[in-house]
């Protein structure tokens, strides 16, 4: 059963950084790219990064230059650098796992929907 936990939300002022963890189990971590999402109070979800297999990363417009992520497979970890957050980065952040190994910057809401992912860490980011 895959598993994935988000860990490292908080709360910080405006141009604070923040790095999340989500810790994976129960599949071939390696094997597969991986995603983060998140979603804002009365929004919808929103693509936020993704890594693939082989490492090579891709940012939604609004979080390149400020959000850096990277993975660990020896450690089942998928990590997210949050740099210079501004009020509206505040959401639920969620991991998921994608079904193969490439990640792209281009799939449509729809294919992150029904993907697997954690119960979500908080970042809030107020002054």
């Known amino acids: 059963e895959v598993q994935l936990v988000e860990s490292g939300g908080g709360s910080v002022q405006p141009g604070g950084s923040l790095t999340l963890v989500c810790t994976a189990s129960?599949?071939?971590?390696?094997?597969?790219?991986m995603n983060w999402l998140r979603q804002a109070p009365g929004k919808g979800v929103e693509w936020v990064s993704s890594?693939?297999?082989?490492?090579?990363?891709y940012y939604a417009d609004d979080v390149k230059g400020r959000f850096t992520i990277s993975r660990d497979n020896a450690k089942n970890q998928v990590l997210m650098q949050l740099n210079s957050l501004k009020t509206e980065d505040q959401a639920t952040y969620y991991c998921s796992k994608s079904p193969e190994s490439q990640a792209s910057a281009f799939y449509d809401l729809d294919y992150y929907s029904g993907l697997p992912r954690g119960q979500g860490t908080q970042v809030t980011v107020s002054s």
């Open positions: 890594i693939s297999k082989s490492e090579l990363t």
């Open positions: 129960g599949f071939d971590f390696s094997r597969y790219a």
